[in-house]
């Protein structure tokens, strides 16, 4: 089992920065692949990014390619998303997923969720 616990969310201005990070706990997440995903009110819930399990491979969906990095700490069992050039419509609830093998960017298929942590980039 492992319990994920998402931080950093918050209000900023178009063109700023954030990092959320996704704090694991049960299992190391060093054995699982980890996704980010967002979910903007009304939309569908989107692919942002991904780290594979061995942290060598990371994935990022189209609309925030170059602007986001997705990085892990495996001593503090943390994985980060450090967002950059935010645009308005980054504006969602981010979660942070685990699975065990490979990235995916079908939420489904991830086993473990955080609870979200909220996004609003002002105009």
Do not use: H
């Not at 009304?42 to 189209?62: C, H, M, P, Q, W």
């Not at 699975?99 to 079908?106: M, Y």
């Amino acid at each position: 089992q492992v319990q994920l616990v998402e931080s950093g969310g918050g209000l900023v201005q178009a063109g700023g920065s954030l990092r959320l990070s996704c704090a694991a706990s049960g299992r190391r997440d060093s054995n699982y692949a980890v996704g980010w995903f967002r979910q903007a009110p009304g939309k569908e819930r989107e692919f942002v990014a991904g780290l594979s399990l061995s942290g060598s491979n990371t994935y990022y969906g189209d609309s925030v390619k170059g602007r986001f990095t997705i990085s892990r700490d495996n001593a503090k069992n943390t994985v980060y998303l450090q967002m950059n050039s935010l645009k308005p419509e980054d504006t969602a609830v981010y979660y942070c997923a685990a699975k065990r093998w490979g990235v995916t960017t079908t939420s489904t298929q991830y086993n473990y969720w955080g609870q979200g942590t909220q996004v609003t980039v002002s105009s």
